[in-house]
């Protein structure tokens, strides 16, 4: 069994598809799968899409760092409001991304500080993400982190030296379909190797990130680039294969991670 923590289903790749890729992952195993929120609406959107599959599909709220710029002085009430849902059971997506800038950096820093401080008045776990800005994330995160609740930095492609700073400020670490990219993430097999089974969570982050490792014959007919979460035991499988360990064990480990961690 394995928990999928973040999938974009919202996306319009997955528009009429719902359905479909649900059933799919449940026939792979994938018991339950979260929902990311990537914005005010997006969040909206992907909590109304889950409750329509209780005990399957959950979602987060909030507003990533490419959408800071949307964010006003409406954003963190209409977010509260999400989290109230006992489905919606993380605050996040949110963080800093320096690499693309699609939002200005001063504004993603009032953005993400904003939810920090709502997660630490609402209690429930971060969805976090951060690229090529680890400096000002950890240096924002740190002012808040005595209160915080736990938080999981999702899709880390980081170096062996962020991934050990994470891990010292309590943080889980979530990993994709990129640790099966041996190009141009090689340096991951020595980050997964380190990084304690009871630490890691899987996400297929789909529907981005498609492994490596899938075979040809299960991409489906014009979708051959579209990741599914149906996907997920691939990643898993690359975290089993890097730790010399059985699949079933990175299933149990991760899938109890989740469930605890998300309070499913």
Do not use: W
């Not at 605050?91 to 939810?115: H, I, M, N, T, W």
């Not at 064990?249 to 109890?256: Q, S």
């Amino acid at each position: 069994m394995y928990i999928d923590i973040g999938i974009n289903l919202i996306n319009r790749q997955f528009e009429h598809d719902a359905d479909d890729i649900i059933q799919d992952a449940l026939e792979e195993e994938v018991s339950q799968m979260i929902l990311t929120g990537t914005s005010v609406r997006n969040s909206q959107l992907s909590a109304q899409l889950a409750k329509q599959y209780p005990g399957v599909l959950y979602s987060t709220a909030g507003i990533h760092p490419h959408d800071a710029k949307s964010f006003n002085g409406e954003s963190i009430p209409a977010l509260k409001k999400l989290l109230e849902q006992k489905h919606v059971v993380s605050v996040g997506e949110c963080g800093l991304d320096f690499d693309r800038d699609f939002s200005p950096r001063p504004v993603q820093e009032k953005c993400y500080a904003a939810q920090l401080e709502l997660a630490v008045a609402v209690q429930k776990p971060l969805f976090l993400h951060e690229r090529a800005a680890f400096d000002r994330f950890v240096g924002v995160t740190k002012e808040y982190l005595p209160k915080l609740p736990l938080g999981v930095v999702h899709c880390f492609t980081g170096s062996l030296a962020e991934a050990k700073a994470y891990l010292d400020m309590g943080f889980y670490l979530g990993f994709t379909g990129s640790i099966s990219d041996v190009k141009r993430f090689a340096h991951l097999k020595e980050v997964v190797n380190y990084v304690p089974l009871d630490k890691i969570m899987i996400e297929t982050d789909a529907p981005f990130m498609l492994p490596k490792n899938v075979p040809a014959g299960q991409l489906k007919k014009y979708h051959e680039r579209r990741n599914e979460p149906a996907f997920l035991p691939y990643v898993a499988g690359s975290i089993a294969q890097f730790k010399g360990i059985s699949l079933d064990k990175v299933a149990k480990a991760t899938t109890e991670n989740a469930e605890r961690f998300f309070k499913l």
